[in-house]
């Protein structure tokens, strides 16, 4: 090198080297890139799973009576510790929409009639559009006796298996009264 700058050589050497470097770093850019969509792809599903299974697990821990009337449908009874009424709500897989809904809350005043607060049974969904779930399936775990025990849940979330299982509670001495599917 002399005192006036680089030469000619210097400085294709400089950027030969340089685009060597860049060559090889910009596939593992790319690479980084995928994997941290990926990763917040993966986090949103366990989000949405999350959710579905909190609403879940609210209805089943604080139930007073659970069936499973079919594979796609879960019926819970439980008692408003307000109004002291039992409430039974619905949880079921829509093939048609994708979605596991929740039926609107009804209400059993005294054991002998059902309403329905607007008049009319809304089905709220669970999952949220973007989130499909491709199946649901509900179940009733039995123990040596034939009294039910767990309630399981399984359902994909965008190619996500998730499976999740609600001990019933047990009221007094007894479980809680299930119908048989």
């Given at each position: 090198m002399n005192d006036k700058g680089f030469t000619l050589l210097e400085t294709v050497i400089y950027l030969a080297l340089c685009g060597l470097l860049l060559g090889g770093l910009l596939p593992v850019a790319y690479q980084l890139a995928a994997a941290a969509d990926r990763d917040t792809a993966s986090?949103?599903?366990?989000?949405?799973?999350?959710?579905?299974?909190?609403?879940l697990y609210w209805a089943i821990a604080s139930a007073t009576e659970a069936a499973v009337p079919s594979p796609s449908s879960l019926v819970v009874t439980m008692l408003n510790g307000e109004t002291f009424k039992?409430?039974?709500l619905t949880f079921a897989f829509n093939d048609d929409t994708r979605t596991v809904a929740r039926a609107a809350v009804l209400t059993i005043t005294r054991g002998d009639a059902l309403a329905s607060p607007n008049g009319a049974m809304q089905a709220t969904a669970?999952?949220?559009?973007?989130?499909?779930i491709t199946d649901a399936a509900f179940a009733l775990q039995r123990d040596e006796h034939?009294?039910?025990?767990?309630?399981?849940?399984?359902?994909?979330v965008d190619s996500t298996r998730?499976?999740?299982r609600y001990p019933l509670p047990r009221h007094?001495?007894?479980p809680i009264s299930c119908a048989k599917p």
């Amino acid at each position: 090198m002399n005192d006036k700058g680089f030469t000619l050589l210097e400085t294709v050497i400089y950027l030969a080297l340089c685009g060597l470097l860049l060559g090889g770093l910009l596939p593992v850019a790319y690479q980084l890139a995928a994997a941290a969509d990926r990763d917040t792809a993966s986090a949103a599903r366990m989000n949405e799973a999350a959710f579905i299974d909190r609403k879940l697990y609210w209805a089943i821990a604080s139930a007073t009576e659970a069936a499973v009337p079919s594979p796609s449908s879960l019926v819970v009874t439980m008692l408003n510790g307000e109004t002291f009424k039992s409430v039974i709500l619905t949880f079921a897989f829509n093939d048609d929409t994708r979605t596991v809904a929740r039926a609107a809350v009804l209400t059993i005043t005294r054991g002998d009639a059902l309403a329905s607060p607007n008049g009319a049974m809304q089905a709220t969904a669970l999952n949220a559009p973007s989130f499909p779930i491709t199946d649901a399936a509900f179940a009733l775990q039995r123990d040596e006796h034939d009294a039910p025990v767990a309630v399981t849940v399984t359902f994909t979330v965008d190619s996500t298996r998730f499976a999740f299982r609600y001990p019933l509670p047990r009221h007094g001495m007894f479980p809680i009264s299930c119908a048989k599917p």
